[in-house]
């Protein structure tokens, strides 16, 4: 079946540093992928949706200079979080559409800021 | 913009025994209804889904119903095993674009 590799799955860094997250559709092409971020105990929140080619579409009260997505091809779409602190550690998630397998999502992302 | 509900919060249920989860959504034109079993420090995993043109639908030993007017689904697990133990989210979208999550329910399976 259709499968988004998530990398890294777990990364601790220094508060005021960025870190990258990558997600990568492996046997289909994306047209749209989501980014999620779920503290614990609590459902998935979307952050942003990217399209291809396209500037990323940001939720309410997410801030768009803070997390930076990039989606340059149709197989991957990264998002950087900048000048990262500790409030932002937390678990974030991909998720890709394609035909015809619909959603699939990623593994997901541990983030610890210290 | 749509917002979806999720009952219980946490299930324990015995070996066996069957567990229900039940979600009600807010946007009538939601079309597309997944349901996701997460297992800790991983990503969601779709285990059913049902679109609105359906009523039921099985696979095994998990089922998933839709009313469309009263505007709610359910997830019907039968003979439940511990490996069924997770948090269950259901989700709502509109021609397969955002998904709306519920809560989720944390769903224990004694032996």
């Given at each position: 079946g259709a499968v988004v590799s998530q990398h890294p799955s777990w990364v601790i860094c220094k508060s005021g540093t960025s870190v990258k997250i990558e997600c990568r559709s492996l046997d289909f092409?994306?047209?749209t992928m989501f980014w999620y971020r779920q503290f614990p105990k609590q459902s998935l929140?979307?952050?942003?949706?990217?399209?291809?080619?396209?500037k990323a579409t940001y939720e309410q009260g997410v801030e768009k200079d803070k997390f930076l997505i990039n989606h340059a091809s149709l197989t991957l779409s990264t998002l950087t979080v900048t000048s990262a602190h500790p409030e932002d550690s937390s678990f974030y998630i991909c998720s890709a559409i394609g035909l015809p397998q619909g959603y699939t999502f990623g593994s997901g992302t541990r983030l610890t800021v210290v | 913009g749509e917002n979806v509900e999720q009952h219980p919060s946490t299930l324990s249920v015995q070996e066996g025994d069957s567990a229900v989860i039940k979600c009600t959504y807010s946007d009538s034109a939601s079309n597309y209804f997944p349901w996701y079993k997460q297992e800790l420090g991983k990503g969601?995993?779709?285990?059913?889904?049902?679109?609105?043109n359906v009523g039921e639908k099985k696979d095994q030993r998990i089922a998933?119903?839709?009313?469309?007017?009263?505007k709610h689904f359910s997830l019907h697990i039968t003979e439940t095993q511990p490996e069924d133990s997770a948090v269950y989210f259901c989700a709502a979208s509109k021609n397969d674009y955002k998904l709306?999550?519920?809560a989720g329910t944390t769903v224990t399976v004694r032996a």
């Amino acid at each position: 079946g259709a499968v988004v590799s998530q990398h890294p799955s777990w990364v601790i860094c220094k508060s005021g540093t960025s870190v990258k997250i990558e997600c990568r559709s492996l046997d289909f092409q994306a047209t749209t992928m989501f980014w999620y971020r779920q503290f614990p105990k609590q459902s998935l929140m979307l952050m942003a949706t990217s399209n291809e080619g396209s500037k990323a579409t940001y939720e309410q009260g997410v801030e768009k200079d803070k997390f930076l997505i990039n989606h340059a091809s149709l197989t991957l779409s990264t998002l950087t979080v900048t000048s990262a602190h500790p409030e932002d550690s937390s678990f974030y998630i991909c998720s890709a559409i394609g035909l015809p397998q619909g959603y699939t999502f990623g593994s997901g992302t541990r983030l610890t800021v210290v | 913009g749509e917002n979806v509900e999720q009952h219980p919060s946490t299930l324990s249920v015995q070996e066996g025994d069957s567990a229900v989860i039940k979600c009600t959504y807010s946007d009538s034109a939601s079309n597309y209804f997944p349901w996701y079993k997460q297992e800790l420090g991983k990503g969601p995993q779709l285990i059913i889904d049902i679109r609105s043109n359906v009523g039921e639908k099985k696979d095994q030993r998990i089922a998933v119903t839709l009313n469309k007017t009263a505007k709610h689904f359910s997830l019907h697990i039968t003979e439940t095993q511990p490996e069924d133990s997770a948090v269950y989210f259901c989700a709502a979208s509109k021609n397969d674009y955002k998904l709306s999550f519920g809560a989720g329910t944390t769903v224990t399976v004694r032996a």
